[in-house]
């Protein structure tokens, strides 16, 4: 019985396969860059009316707060009037807390929004942060010996830094003076900066009476408060720690807040 082997010319069908492929790779890559166009026509859509609006919020903070500075002025003035008239009362020292508690609210109110304003022009230079620190915590060291608080300070020497040194200051008062408020009775502060291989750790840990374990990063948003109580006896609006972080954004660094033995807190700063 013969074989017989038959062989076929498959170039026309191989061609045209080729072609196909080709035709449906060119038009999944048509398809996937309309789909992304729109997207992303749509989504600019979306999201055009949020930005606008957050430009108006800030925009609204930074006009209400110099409108609001002006009366306050002007109250803080009157007060000062009626002392000199009639004698220091109660009622005068109350409305002059309040007045200053009203424009330190202004005053970091309007240092966020411009912070959210000019955070990609911010001046930064060359400067020790082992000495700023050091001038900083010293500052704060007599307010905690006046509150019966201890504040260890443990600072490398020699670390230089880039950025900007007025708020490098800020944000290192800002932590420091939150941890002398809210520290329990007779408490500890403990400030460390160190080297980190390129980057620079700062931490600050002060002692509390009970905090749960784990991480607080909620603290840095703005407006909240843990506790009402103690933040209106301290003068607190939940502002503060949010302006250090803001301030930490600027220079690209990260912070968080944790506890991990209910009795203590700790921000923690790579810068």
Not at 77 to 97: C, F, R, V
Request: net charge neutral; charged share 25%; hydrophobic share 40%.
């Amino acid at each position: 019985m013969e074989t017989i082997i038959v062989f076929l010319d498959s170039t026309r069908d191989l061609d045209t396969l080729k072609i196909f492929l080709i035709v449906s790779v060119f038009i999944i890559i048509i398809a996937m860059l309309a789909v992304f166009i729109t997207v992303c026509f749509f989504s600019k859509i979306a999201v055009k009316p949020m930005e606008e609006s957050y430009r108006k919020q800030k925009r609204f903070i930074t006009d209400a707060s110099h409108e609001i500075k002006t009366p306050l002025a002007i109250i803080d003035a009157n007060t000062d009037l009626i002392e000199i008239e009639y004698g220091e009362s109660e009622w005068t020292k109350s409305n002059k807390n309040q007045v200053q508690r009203l424009t330190n609210l202004t005053n970091s109110l309007v240092s966020l929004s411009r912070m959210d304003e000019e955070s990609n022009n911010t001046i930064m230079t060359d400067f020790s942060l082992s000495k700023v620190i050091a001038e900083e915590s010293e500052s704060y060291a007599a307010l905690a010996n006046t509150r019966k608080k201890t504040l260890n300070i443990n600072i490398e020497k020699n670390i230089s830094y880039y950025g900007n040194e007025q708020y490098i200051r800020q944000m290192i008062g800002i932590f420091l003076d939150n941890a002398i408020k809210y520290s329990n009775e007779k408490g500890t502060i403990t400030l460390n900066l160190k080297k980190q291989g390129k980057k620079k750790s700062l931490s600050i840990k002060n002692t509390l009476d009970y905090i749960e374990v784990g991480n607080h990063d909620i603290l840095f948003e703005r407006f909240y408060r843990a506790d009402n109580s103690r933040n209106s006896e301290s003068g607190g609006y939940g502002i503060g720690l949010s302006l250090a972080k803001s301030i930490i954004n600027i220079h690209k660094g990260t912070v968080i807040a944790l506890s991990r033995d209910k009795n203590s807190i700790e921000f923690k700063i790579i810068l």
